[in-house]
């Protein structure tokens, strides 16, 4: 940014800070102002984003008609989403330079290596790269991108107004929650989204002005539509018909079956989601091929896809264009968000169109097909996110079972449509780990009460199925590719649960107070060690030699004939106990600039067991993470 705009942002803020002292509010108070400009900010971003998805598609796919697009034009669907593959190739590579992939991997990332510091134009980047891709045909959806593109308004934000390092994740959680928010009509989703997967911090400092901006981000949005058409309505992004919930007024005991084995169910889609993502990353950089091409190839298969989907299900099965109509989604059902192919699986009407076994097939086509696109999609370089795709699969995989447990006569009285809605949760929960955000983005963006109690079941099951077949969600996957290993709030309550004497202690080298310093040196030339115990006349621990210790003596050798241990030991060195956790020990090497600690029992104090090294001790918490 230019100087002096920096040095207004600086102004301006000091001028809040100061105010905010006069009103005897703490610093991180200043979030708040923040958290209000990073949501309208957003918003405005939001809107621009899903217009610009929007303008792109209706260009490619509705300027021509029904009947040649899905007729003699069939060999557009290949082109399309190739040359909006090939688009996002070269500008990626060529122009932005922008990371491939789905932008929420990389806002976590910044938020553990970089206290939440990205580059602002990545806001920018995002709206192109994922607006193509999405526009095209990719399979993806437009909620990744919005958090990526969300946090990037947050860091400039951050920048613009010199805010303190400490406090950049926080504000970079403001803006993911804000995009959520707008993009989704889902002020609370977004913000328990972004506590849960992102920030993985629910103390009120990180809460209030994260849900600050997602308000004021859902406000501005709705604000802003009504500018540009004054009869729209910001709605739920699902309709529901009555006929998916008139017969669910309360859950009852005849449904917790059915709903447990939905949740299995989308919990295996989840991993295989999740799997076939690495799978297909690892496929497309192994190429040897430009990587400005590979959106493109992805791109062309999903293409050959939508071909097979046309011709089988519509050409030959039902002797129409497509199973689902045009005009109630204008792409093949599994090309970009699909919401238009989702809103139609609510229906009665959908499934009454089909015989028994055709539905069948249909429905599980449109799952594997959703599958393969959407790692053809961003594991060839697309740019575009996994919740939309994640929302799919869920409403397929819960048709499917919804129609297979109905003419089994098990179904609990809930039809094919209601497995549909709520399975929409239970994959979004197994793909990202995060089950409360999950259940609340079901009930925003259906706007449904009666869903909340089966989602929350449903959604349980999804995520315990997902860690049991597979402990990675598809972000932790990602980062720990990278070499991130992410930690959470239950990583200090394991810290605290493991006791020193579950570790692997050293054998300690002992030494008493008088014995000479020239002895310790002839001791670390032979065996190498380095770390000595000093104990008095006694055989009680008095303190430690340690290796810089020892270098600094050598550096003066004509005065080591005169010193003794007990002249180099660091006396100030605690001896910690078998008993004490691994959260104290953590505190005590933090203290000390020291590798290793004496160990005793807590009976005999001063009676030194063995040396414990910073290795040893994170060694055991790393295991008992992977138990």
Same mark, same amino acid.
């Given at each position: 940014?230019?100087?002096?705009?920096?040095?207004?942002?600086?102004?301006?803020?000091?001028?809040?800070?100061?105010?905010?002292?006069?009103?005897?509010?703490?610093?991180?108070?200043?979030?708040?102002?923040?958290?209000?400009?990073?949501?309208?900010?957003?918003?405005?971003?939001?809107?621009?984003?899903?217009?610009?998805?929007?303008?792109?598609?209706?260009?490619?796919?509705?300027?021509?008609?029904?009947?040649?697009?899905?007729?003699?034009?069939?060999?557009?669907?290949?082109?399309?989403?190739?040359?909006?593959?090939?688009?996002?190739?070269?500008?990626?590579?060529?122009?932005?330079?922008?990371?491939?992939?789905?932008?929420?991997?990389?806002?976590?990332?910044?938020?553990?290596?970089?206290?939440?510091?990205? =580059?602002?134009?990545? #806001?920018?980047?995002?709206?192109?790269?994922?607006?193509?891709?999405?526009?095209?045909?990719?399979?993806?959806?437009?909620?990744?991108?919005?958090?990526?593109?969300?946090?990037?308004?947050?860091?400039?934000?951050?920048?613009?107004?010199?805010?303190?390092?400490?406090?950049?994740?926080?504000?970079?959680?403001?803006?993911?929650?804000?995009?959520?928010?707008?993009?989704?009509?889902?002020?609370?989703?977004?913000?328990?989204?972004?506590?849960?997967?992102?920030?993985?911090?629910?103390?009120?400092?990180?809460?209030?002005?994260?849900?600050?901006?997602?308000?004021?981000?859902?406000?501005?949005? =709705?604000?802003?539509?009504?500018?540009?058409?004054?009869?729209?309505?910001?709605?739920?992004?699902?309709?529901?018909?009555?006929?998916?919930?008139?017969?669910?007024?309360?859950?009852?005991?005849?449904?917790?079956?059915?709903?447990?084995?939905?949740?299995?169910?989308?919990?295996?889609?989840?991993?295989?989601?999740?799997?076939?993502?690495?799978?297909?990353?690892?496929?497309?950089?192994?190429?040897?091929?430009?990587?400005?091409? =590979?959106?493109?190839?992805?791109?062309?298969?999903?293409?050959?896809?939508?071909?097979?989907?046309?011709?089988?299900?519509?050409?030959?099965?039902?002797?129409?264009?497509?199973?689902?109509?045009?005009?109630?989604?204008?792409?093949? #059902?599994?090309?970009?968000?699909?919401?238009?192919?989702?809103? =139609?699986?609510?229906?009665?009407?959908?499934?009454? %169109?089909?015989?028994?076994?055709?539905?069948?097939?249909?429905?599980?086509?449109?799952?594997?097909?959703?599958?393969?696109?959407?790692?053809?999609?961003?594991?060839?370089?697309?740019?575009?996110?996994?919740?939309?795709?994640?929302?799919?699969?869920?409403?397929?995989?819960?048709?499917?079972?919804?129609?297979?447990?109905?003419?089994?006569?098990?179904?609990?009285?809930?039809?094919?449509?209601?497995?549909?809605?709520?399975?929409?949760?239970?994959?979004?929960?197994?793909?990202?780990?995060?089950?409360?955000?999950?259940?609340?983005?079901?009930?925003?963006?259906?706007?449904?009460?009666?869903?909340?109690?089966?989602?929350?079941?449903?959604?349980?099951?999804?995520?315990?199925?997902?860690?049991?077949?597979?402990?990675?969600?598809?972000?932790?996957?990602?980062?720990?590719?990278?070499?991130?290993?992410?930690?959470?709030?239950?990583?200090?309550?394991?810290?605290?649960?493991?006791?020193?004497?579950?570790?692997?202690?050293?054998?300690?080298?002992?030494?008493?107070?008088?014995?000479?310093?020239?002895?310790?040196?002839?001791?670390?030339?032979?065996?190498?060690?380095?770390?000595?115990?000093?104990?008095?006349?006694?055989?009680?621990?008095?303190?430690?030699?340690?290796?810089?210790?020892?270098?600094? #003596?050598?550096?003066?050798?004509?005065?080591?004939?005169?010193?003794?241990?007990?002249?180099?030991?660091?006396?100030?060195?605690?001896?910690?106990?078998?008993?004490?956790?691994?959260?104290?020990?953590?505190? %005590?090497?933090?203290?000390?600039?020291?590798?290793?600690?004496?160990?005793?029992?807590?009976?005999?104090?001063?009676?030194?067991?063995?040396?414990?090294?910073?290795?040893?001790?994170?060694?055991?918490?790393?295991?008992?993470?992977?138990?």
């Amino acid at each position: 940014m230019p100087p002096t705009i920096l040095s207004i942002g600086l102004q301006s803020r000091l001028a809040m800070t100061r105010l905010m002292t006069r009103l005897g509010l703490r610093e991180h108070y200043i979030l708040l102002p923040m958290a209000v400009i990073v949501g309208c900010v957003t918003a405005a971003a939001a809107v621009a984003f899903h217009m610009l998805i929007n303008r792109i598609r209706d260009l490619l796919y509705q300027w021509h008609d029904e009947h040649f697009l899905y007729g003699h034009g069939v060999w557009l669907l290949i082109l399309l989403p190739a040359a909006g593959g090939l688009a996002v190739g070269l500008m990626s590579t060529y122009v932005l330079r922008a990371r491939e992939g789905h932008g929420i991997v990389d806002v976590m990332e910044s938020v553990i290596r970089n206290r939440g510091f990205t =580059r602002p134009v990545s #806001a920018i980047e995002k709206i192109l790269t994922s607006a193509i891709t999405i526009g095209s045909g990719g399979s993806a959806g437009a909620e990744g991108p919005i958090v990526q593109i969300g946090a990037g308004i947050a860091s400039g934000v951050g920048t613009l107004f010199h805010v303190a390092r400490a406090h950049m994740p926080v504000l970079i959680a403001c803006g993911s929650a804000a995009g959520i928010s707008a993009i989704f009509n889902s002020p609370i989703g977004g913000v328990l989204f972004t506590l849960e997967v992102i920030l993985l911090d629910f103390s009120i400092r990180a809460f209030t002005p994260v849900v600050l901006a997602s308000v004021i981000a859902n406000v501005s949005t =709705r604000g802003i539509l009504r500018v540009i058409d004054p009869n729209t309505r910001h709605q739920a992004i699902f309709v529901l018909p009555e006929s998916a919930m008139r017969s669910v007024t309360e859950m009852s005991w005849a449904g917790v079956l059915p709903l447990l084995l939905l949740g299995v169910l989308c919990g295996g889609v989840g991993v295989a989601l999740t799997r076939l993502m690495y799978i297909t990353d690892e496929r497309f950089h192994a190429m040897r091929l430009p990587r400005a091409v =590979r959106p493109a190839i992805g791109g062309a298969v999903l293409g050959l896809l939508g071909v097979v989907y046309v011709v089988v299900f519509g050409w030959l099965m039902l002797h129409q264009p497509k199973p689902i109509g045009f005009h109630d989604y204008p792409m093949p #059902a599994f090309f970009g968000d699909g919401y238009g192919a989702v809103q =139609r699986l609510f229906a009665d009407d959908f499934y009454s %169109t089909f015989h028994t076994l055709p539905l069948l097939a249909l429905l599980a086509f449109l799952c594997m097909a959703k599958i393969l696109g959407t790692c053809l999609t961003l594991g060839s370089g697309g740019s575009g996110g996994v919740i939309a795709p994640s929302l799919f699969l869920g409403a397929t995989t819960g048709a499917l079972l919804g129609v297979v447990l109905g003419k089994l006569h098990a179904a609990g009285g809930m039809p094919p449509g209601f497995f549909a809605i709520i399975g929409m949760g239970a994959v979004l929960a197994a793909v990202v780990h995060g089950p409360l955000s999950s259940i609340l983005i079901l009930f925003e963006v259906t706007d449904q009460r009666n869903i909340i109690l089966p989602a929350m079941l449903a959604c349980v099951a999804a995520t315990g199925a997902a860690r049991l077949l597979f402990p990675d969600s598809i972000y932790t996957l990602t980062l720990r590719r990278r070499g991130v290993r992410l930690g959470t709030g239950a990583d200090l309550t394991i810290l605290r649960r493991i006791i020193l004497e579950q570790v692997r202690l050293e054998p300690a080298a002992t030494l008493p107070a008088t014995a000479p310093a020239e002895q310790l040196l002839q001791l670390t030339t032979a065996t190498g060690v380095t770390d000595f115990v000093i104990t008095d006349e006694d055989g009680d621990y008095c303190g430690m030699v340690v290796a810089a210790d020892l270098h600094n #003596a050598v550096l003066d050798r004509e005065a080591i004939p005169l010193l003794l241990a007990g002249d180099l030991m660091r006396t100030g060195l605690p001896c910690v106990k078998t008993t004490d956790d691994l959260a104290s020990v953590l505190e %005590t090497f933090s203290q000390y600039e020291v590798a290793k600690l004496p160990v005793c029992l807590s009976q005999t104090p001063g009676h030194v067991i063995g040396l414990v090294s910073r290795r040893a001790l994170m060694d055991q918490y790393h295991r008992a993470l992977q138990s």
